[in-house]
Structure formats: structure tokens, C-alpha cells
């Protein structure tokens, strides 16, 4: 059986090409065609029309999908999660030298840093100068929500007292270098790529605002999974073994040299190897950083698809007047994540599985997620 | 398709095959594609525009193409403009992109899907009060097969909120044939540019073994099939080793 899955040349694409080149779908008698992609724009598309059969996706955007926010409504589902953590937030070189005037260091937390960025947005609108600008890479992305999370921490509001814009991963060093954005937040490898180019400093890890925070999925038709169970489970025990595969310290050397290649991700092994161990360089020069749980590809129930992420996705869309609320919505967004599936394909494998859909999300400021605040009358 | 040869031979043989029945536009039909149109048509599609009187108001939308391949923009860009859309602007880098958003004011916005910038238009909608809200075509489940049509011919469309499909459905349609025609026509051009080149390299493999066996034309040639027969390789690869063997015994 062929399955067709396209993919956005990231770090955590790894589950999907291990999967593919080291024998864990053929052993479940799946044939896996990967298709690299230029945008999530074009994923989403592909996957709606039925070219993908399933596909590396950002978490919010299946919820996204499943509203119909934007485009057409077609309900998507993430049956697995392609692990987590793997993103940081990367300022220019002088946005860093003025957010240190203001008071940060290297050894700076993430409160501090963020109250150094207030000075510093503060400061250039007292002065009338233009606002910083920030990218990431999607609106209906972790990373999107992630930097927002952020930055309304430290009391400023990321649609008015900066910019919030989105540029394609490749693009994001040179418009750092032009002086285009003053910051972007993005995964592996490209905050690595902007220090290594000296024209960035990574300032966190963004599992440091959001601890064993998600990132991507793999999303499917909510109907193409019903015309295809069995199919969909073989996938998923494919992918879980190679995700366990990823995990392995042993492999990671081999992993980043499969990565590197032009046709998967093409950027430098190096760099992947220390994105993969968490040693990442924060500044030029510097010596690496270990970053603990920065990418973690299966350990801490990394592939499991977490109803409560895809609910705090929500409760972001709503926060930043994405869409509006709406009850019908909510129960939507409740059946995008579908832990029953990861349950009923991985149970005789995976000795670990939750028992519950949903857990408390923690964040670094002390506040606490908890889905079951949804169920308040409103 | 950086060759500029290439792309003139594509849109030459694009003009010539698919749309011989229009004229080329000249200078002035540019300048005043209202005042040039009807001498554009036939007759009867003349008398079928102004039957259509709407038709007239729908060439007022304005539209935008964002494509990085100049000879694909030109073409589509020419299709429409032909139809008597005059407000055709078109983008190819990304510098700038909101400004000229802006200043298309765009009701219609066509990009290739082979553009990694697709996201950050996206985004431009969802976000920028200077812009009219576009949002992606089309949005109710009955045009699955339309989007379905787009996407295989490589061209995304956006359409600003509140637009009646039936109003762009032929420029899509334009715009999915132009992609489409367009993407054949390259295939084309490649399929030839590599038969030349397997041309060149049998004929050289052909030089060596009449030089160096003293074989007729013919025989060389016969000697060459044979091998790629009993190997099951293509033709041009046997004489591609035979090419390369000669220049290492040398």
C-alpha cells in the first residue's frame, strides 16, 4: 500500500524520513512516498485536495483547517504527534546589544528577558522610532502562539507595540541580516543557521515558555482516515517505531547525515546533530549551550496527540481574534486530536500510552492551562 | 527557466500552437486595451461581449499575479489582458510585497504554488488593516474540484471577501489553462533539450568507434543498440560510457 505524505524540510520531519529509509514502513507493508513542500499554504492545500494522503503539519493548523478559518472548512485530525519542543526565539545582533543595555545577559531567564524587550519597545516609542519587528513562519502556528505567549507575558501587546509578520524559514537569516525583522521564532536548524552566520542570538529555547510544548503532526482527512483504518494505524506504528529509532543517542549522528540531505531538509549535519542533542550555540563564539528536552522526538509521550494542546491552540485563536467562540467550534476542535486512534493502533506496542485525552499545561510565567476550563458555563 | 532563449521559444511556441486564433497585441491595445478591444475579436465574439453587458464590468476587477517565473506571468498576464482585463498588475520579487498589495489594491490575486512567499501573503490577509481581507478560493465545500483543478495546475487564487465566485470563475479557469499549457510546453522544451543532448552524445560515441574500430557509421550505431539492448540501458548512457572510457584510455 502507497501512502503519500508531503513534508516541510524541518528537523522534525525525522520520524517521516526515518520511517521511510530505515525499513519501519515496509515492515508494516506500507510504501511511503515523500513530498518535500515550498509552503503550509501548499500543504494544507495538497492534503485537502487529496494529493497528500496525510502529512507533516503545523498542531494549530488541522484545528484550523477543521474551522475553515481562511479557506475551505475540511476536517483535518492529528492521530500522532511528530514529537516536541525543537523551536526558539532568535533576536538580531542589535536588538540583543540594546535588550542588554536594558538588562540582559546570558544567564538572563525568560522573565528577565522579556522585561529587557519591554524597556527596549518602550524606549523606541517614546522616541517615535518604528515598532520591532518579529516573523515566524504561519499564523496557525506554535510558534505564532508560542512568541505571542511571550511577549503579552512581559506586558506587550503583540498586535500593537510590535510587528508580527511571516516569512518563510529559509528566508529568515537574510531578512535578520538585512535588517528587515529584528527577530524571528522559528525551529531547528535555522536559529542555529542565524548564529552561525553571526547575524543572531538565540535568546531562548521556546520549551522554555511552554515545557514539553508540541509542534508538529501528522494530519490526515478526517474521511481519507475513514476509508483507510487500517492503513492510518499501520502508519502510526511505523511512525512510532521510527520516532523511538530518532530517539536513540546512537543514531543521532546517522539521523543528522539522512537530514542533511538536499532531498529532506539540506542543511549543514552538523548543525542538525546539535539541534537533535540539544547543544545548541546561542551566541557567535560561544561554546554550546545544552538545552534540556529541547527536541524530543518520543520520550516523555512526545507522539501522543494531547487533547488539550488543540484545545490551548483555541483558546490562542481566541485570545488573538483569530476567530470568534462559538460552542459548535469547540466540540470541533475537541475531535481534531484523536488520542482513541493513537490508542487503538499503538496499544500493543507502546506500553506507555495515557489513559487520560488531556492534561494541565504549564507555562513559565506560573499560569497553568487547564482544558477543563472550557467546560465552564460561559 | 533562467536560459531567456528558452522562455522566448516557450512563449513563441505557446503563441504559435495553443492561441494562434488571437492576434498579438500591439503597443497601443496595452496602452488602451478598452479602445483596442473590439478590433481584437471576431465578430461574433464581439457581438457575444456586448450581448453580455456585465461582462464589461467584470474586466474593471483588478488583479494581481505573483509568480517568480517571468515567462509564466507573461503568458497568464497576456491571456488576461487579451480578455479585456486591463487592471493587471503583476509581482515578481517579494520586495515590498505589502506596499505593492497595497497599491494593486487587488480583487483577484493569482500566485504559483512553487512560491514559498504563498505563506506570507496569507498572513498579509489575515493581519494587515491596509489591505482588503482576500481570502483563499473558494470557500464552500462545493468547489472542492475547482481547488482540486488549481492546485494540480500549480496556481493558488485569493479573492477579496464578498466577490461572487461566478464573477472570477472564468479568470480562474484562464489561469488554471494558461499553468497548465504552460507547465506542458516546459515539459516539452525539456523532453527536446534532451534529445539533443543524447543526440550530441551518441554521435561523438559514434566518432570513436568508427575511429577506433574502423567501422561504418552504420555499424557504429548498430553496435551501440546492441549494447543497450543486452544491458536494458538507455542508448545515450551506453554512449555515454563509451565517451567517457575513450577520454580515460586516451
Known amino acids: 500500500m502507497k501512502v503519500i505524505l508531503g513534508f516541510i524540510p524541518l528537523l522534525d520531519c525525522a520520524s517521516l524520513v526515518v520511517a521511510a529509509e530505515r525499513g519501519f514502513a515496509a515492515q508494516e507493508d506500507l510504501e511511503l512516498a515523500l513530498v518535500r513542500e515550498t509552503s503550509w499554504a501548499n500543504i494544507r492545500d495538497r492534503v485537502v485536495v487529496g494529493h497528500f494522503d496525510a502529512a507533516h503539519m503545523l498542531g494549530p493548523m488541522t484545528v484550523a483547517s477543521t474551522l475553515g478559518i481562511g479557506h475551505v472548512r475540511v476536517p483535518v485530525i492529528a492521530p500522532f504527534a511528530l514529537g516536541l519542543g525543537g523551536n526558539a526565539i532568535t533576536v538580531s545582533l542589535r536588538l540583543w546589544e540594546q535588550m542588554t543595555r536594558e538588562g540582559s545577559s546570558a544567564e538572563s531567564d525568560l522573565a528577565s528577558h522579556a522585561a529587557a524587550l519591554k524597556r527596549v519597545v518602550t524606549s523606541r516609542e517614546t522616541a517615535h522610532r518604528e515598532p520591532l519587528t518579529f516573523a515566524m513562519v504561519y499564523p496557525f502556528s506554535c510558534h505564532n502562539y508560542e512568541l505571542r505567549y511571550w511577549l503579552a507575558a512581559a506586558g506587550i501587546d503583540p498586535d500593537r507595540e510590535v510587528r508580527l509578520i511571516v516569512i518563510p524559514p529559509p528566508f529568515l537569516v537574510d531578512a535578520l541580516r538585512a535588517g528587515q525583522i529584528d527577530g524571528f521564532c ?135 481574534k483569530q476567530i470568534e467562540f462559538s460552542a459548535d467550534h469547540l466540540s470541533a476542535v475537541r475531535s481534531t486530536y484523536r488520542p482513541d486512534l493513537y490508542r487503538a493502533a499503538l496499544a500493543s506496542i507502546n506500553p506507555d500510552i495515557p489513559a487520560v485525552d488531556s492534561k494541565i499545561e504549564r507555562f513559565f510565567d506560573g499560569t497553568a492551562f487547564d482544558p477543563e476550563e472550557f467546560n465552564a458555563p460561559r | 527557466m533562467h536560459d531567456t532563449g528558452a522562455a522566448d521559444r516557450v512563449v513563441a511556441a505557446f503563441r504559435a500552437r495553443r492561441f494562434r486564433r488571437y492576434p498579438p497585441l500591439g503597443q497601443n491595445a496595452r496602452l488602451h486595451p478598452f479602445v483596442a478591444q473590439p478590433l481584437q475579436l471576431s465578430p461574433q465574439q464581439y457581438l457575444c461581449s456586448r450581448r453580455r453587458g456585465a461582462k464589461m464590468a467584470e474586466q474593471t476587477l483588478r488583479i494581481l499575479l505573483v509568480d517568480q517565473n517571468v515567462t509564466r506571468a507573461s503568458i497568464l498576464e497576456e491571456g488576461l489582458r487579451e480578455a479585456g482585463y486591463a487592471n493587471v498588475a503583476v509581482v515578481r520579487d517579494m520586495q515590498n510585497l505589502l506596499r505593492r498589495i497595497v497599491d494593486a489594491d487587488p480583487d483577484v490575486i493569482f500566485i504559483d504554488l512553487e512560491n514559498p512567499n504563498r505563506d506570507v501573503l496569507e498572513q498579509m490577509f489575515q493581519v494587515s488593516r491596509c489591505v482588503r481581507r482576500p481570502i483563499a478560493m473558494f470557500v464552500d465545500h462545493s468547489d472542492t474540484d475547482m481547488i482540486r483543478a488549481a492546485v494540480e495546475s500549480g496556481v493558488g487564487a485569493y ?42 552524445i551518441i554521435d561523438r560515441a559514434k566518432g570513436i568507434l568508427m575511429r577506433e574500430r574502423g567501422l561504418s557509421e552504420e555499424a557504429a550505431y548498430g553496435l551501440l543498440r546492441k549494447a543497450a539492448m543486452n544491458e536494458n540501458r538507455r542508448l545515450a548512457e551506453v554512449a555515454q560510457s563509451v565517451v567517457t572510457a575513450a577520454r580515460l584510455l586516451k
Not at chain 1, 225 to 231: D, E, S, T, Y
Open chain 2, 159 to 200: 479573492v477579496v471577501d464578498g466577490l461572487r465566485k461566478e464573477r472570477v470563475k472564468s479568470i480562474l479557469d484562464m489561469a488554471v489553462s494558461r499553468f497548465n499549457a504552460f507547465s506542458e510546453l516546459r515539459d516539452e522544451l525539456d523532453r527536446a533539450r534532451q534529445e539533443l543532448e543524447d543526440r550530441k
Open chain 1, 186 to 320: 522559528v525551529g531547528e536548524p535555522w536559529n542555529s543557521v542565524a548564529v552561525h552566520a553571526g547575524v543572531g542570538t538565540i535568546v531562548t529555547a521556546t520549551t522554555a515558555i511552554w515545557p514539553f510544548s508540541p509542534e508538529k503532526v501528522l494530519g490526515c482527512r478526517l474521511e481519507w482516515a475513514q476509508r483507510h483504518p487500517k492503513q492510518l494505524a499501520s502508519l502510526q506504528r511505523a511512525l512510532y517505531r521510527a520516532s523511538q529509532w530518532c530517539e536513540r543517542p546512537e543514531h543521532r549522528a546517522e539521523l543528522a547525515t539522512l537530514l542533511a540531505q538536499p532531498r529532506y531538509v539540506g542543511a549543514p549535519a552538523d548543525l542538525l546533530r546539535r539541534a537533535l542533542e540539544g547543544q545548541l550555540t546561542l551566541t557567535t563564539h560561544s561554546k554550546p549551550t545544552h538545552l534540556e528536552n529541547f527536541y524530543v522526538p518520543a520520550q516523555h509521550n512526545a507522539t501522543f496527540p494531547w487533547v488539550s494542546h488543540a484545545l490551548w491552540f483555541y483558546a490562542q485563536m481566541l485570545r488573538w
